[in-house]
């Protein structure tokens, strides 16, 4: 006999950020539609209205369409305020030359938001925050706040919320609280977080000549980088590093290898700095009789669309909840099917990762690709595979599954191969 729930059970998520204000929603949501009365409490601590590390998720808060296509199905449409900047390019910075990508589909809106209240050091108040706002909508919708921080989860037949001064027996947990926290689980639950690498990011003021809907990408340099981004966020320009041996001085030495002093000032300020983990593995254990892990604690889409994973997976865990049930067979049935499909997705994604660094590193190749792409701009947008394939590979709109097979699609291996026979074509003349 399965585990449902019932009228009256109490729903008790951990974590405020999106992926429990998206469990809350969806929660709320479905079980309205199911004439289902239950008590949903969400444990979250931080302010989000504050400035800096204190009120932030550390995350460069990109939004992608197929996430603001899934708010909208949530009847959540963002409030202009919010929206630091929308995304209509990213220049490619290889070399000394800048290759411009347009956005493919106009229809397909690429967002920066901040997820707390701005940089720390900050003279702009009016900065409003993304999780804030996330979190205030369920709460409209009827979850209740408690400001509380969870010390640990016990299991007496059901999961058990211990904050410092009140317990709470949970008919249901939803663990929500990313990787950059520890999971306050018993070992019991058999829990074991996701595997995490490190990002370095930072806030400083955007040059007036910089534009405001443009996302410029470096690779190369310094040694160990895998992808740096500069993106507009209001008068800000967030930096977000991915790379191997990462340290709080990755910024400057970023800024310095590209010779970056030029174009953001001679000295640019750091305004909120920070070393945020991300995950790249899926969760061992994220879920149980009664208790299931989502966004960041339980799997993601590797370095691209984490907020957009936290909607997914929360939107499926609930629908498992409330659809099939709660014990830890119903979870396997159904949640952890959809979550090994992210899985697995991941795989073509490094797959990726790994040929994107290859090219980086052989001057042929690169020099093919950068030809084609430049090609590729007088042709119609449809018929831009490579520039979409990038634009998906940086902004996570699209499954790495389908970038894989557009990559190794029939017409993208013929331009590879006229590229090729010019570039013999060429040296041969010379």
């Known amino acids: 006999m399965g585990i449902r729930l019932s009228d009256g059970d109490l729903v008790c998520v951990i974590g405020g950020g999106p992926a429990g204000s998206f469990a809350a929603l969806h929660l709320l949501t479905l079980m309205r539609a199911r004439n289902l009365n239950l008590e949903v409490l969400l444990f979250e601590p931080r302010d989000f209205t504050k400035p800096g590390p204190g009120g932030c998720n550390r995350c460069a808060g990109i939004l ?116 950059n926290s520890r999971a306050p689980l018993d070992d019991e639950f058999g829990y074991s977080p996701p595997k995490t690498s490190i990002m370095a990011q930072d806030e400083i003021l955007r040059p007036s000549t910089w534009p405001e809907d443009v996302v410029s990408a470096y690779f190369q340099r310094p040694a160990g980088l895998v992808f740096g981004a500069l993106t507009p966020k209001g008068k800000y320009l967030n930096i977000s590093l991915l790379g191997k041996g990462l340290t709080t001085d990755a910024i400057n030495d970023f800024i310095e290898a590209q010779d970056l002093e030029a174009s953001l000032g001679k000295e640019p300020i750091s305004l909120c700095g920070c070393t945020p983990r991300i995950a790249i593995r899926p969760a061992r254990t994220y879920f149980g009789n009664r208790w299931v892990a989502v966004g960041d604690a339980a799997v993601t889409r590797l370095y691209k669309d984490g907020i957009g994973s936290s909607f ?95 990559m190794f699609s029939p017409t993208s291996f013929l331009k590879i191969w006229n590229g090729l026979k010019n570039q013999i074509r060429n040296r041969t003349n010379s």
């Open 64 to 179: 992608s369409s197929r996430l603001i296509r899934g708010l909208e199905s949530l009847n959540i449409i963002l409030p202009e305020e919010l929206v630091q900047s929308r995304v209509e390019a990213y220049v490619l910075n290889l070399d000394g030359e800048a290759i411009r990508l347009e956005q493919p589909d106009r229809q397909r809106k690429i967002l920066s938001v901040y997820r707390g209240s701005g940089p720390r050091i900050s003279d702009n108040p009016d900065v409003k925050s993304f999780d804030q706002y996330l979190l205030d909508q369920a709460s409209l919708l009827g979850a209740k706040l408690i400001r509380s921080r969870v010390r640990k989860v016990s299991w007496e037949n059901r999961p058990v919320i211990h904050t410092a001064h009140e317990s709470y027996k949970a008919d249901l947990l939803i663990l929500a609280s990313g990787v």
């Open 312 to 406: 997914f997976t929360s939107q499926e865990a609930i629908k498992t909840a409330l659809g099939s049930g709660i014990s830890r067979s119903d979870f396997r049935k159904t949640y952890a099917k959809f979550c090994s499909k992210i899985a697995r997705d991941n795989t073509y994604g490094g797959i990726l990762y790994r040929l994107w660094s290859i090219t980086l590193r052989a001057p042929v190749l690169l020099k093919i690709w950068r030809n084609i792409i430049q090609a590729e701009q007088e042709d119609r947008p449809e018929h831009r595979l490579w520039a979409r394939f990038l634009w998906g590979m940086f902004t996570g709109d699209e499954t790495y599954r389908n970038l894989f097979w557009l």
